[in-house]
Nanobody, 119 residues
Framework: VQLQASGGGLVQPGGSLRLSCVAS????????SGWLRQAPGEEREGISCLTKEGSASYADSVKGRFTISRDSDKNTLYLQMNNLTPADTGVYYCALPCRWGKTPFFGSRGQGTQVTVSS
């Protein structure tokens, strides 16, 4: 399954963005899938994972602000990001499969999309 993320951009603190991840070559709903990000100079951080059954998990850093969802008809994964802060700046990737836990696991990821939060 190939993944292509889009929807990033420059947004002011407090703003919102919705990222999209289109899957091709396979059915997204057959896998748990999620999002991770990498800030400049930092390790990649898993931020959300959505199970096949539709159960979502989030990192504490985004809980209450970000919402992951999936549109099976469009074979697309989304990440709605609200109340963004400069700490949310980074390259965002979608990936599958994923598994949430003390040490979240994310499999193959596609090309990322840059999110910059700045005034």
């Amino acid at each position: 399954v190939q993944l292509q993320a889009s929807g990033g951009g420059l947004v002011q603190p407090g703003g919102s963005l919705r990222l999209s991840c289109v899957a091709s070559g396979g059915t997204l709903a057959d896998y748990p899938s999620g999002w991770l990000r990498q800030a400049p100079g930092e390790e990649r951080e898993g931020i959300s994972c959505l199970t096949k059954e539709g159960s979502a998990s989030y990192a504490d850093s985004v809980k209450g602000r970000f919402t992951i969802s999936r549109d099976s008809d469009k074979n697309t994964l989304y990440l709605q990001m609200n109340n963004l802060t400069p700490a949310d700046t980074g390259v965002y990737y979608c990936a599958l499969p994923c598994r949430w836990g003390k040490t979240p696991f994310f499999g193959s990821r596609g090309q990322g999309t840059q999110v910059t939060v700045s005034s």
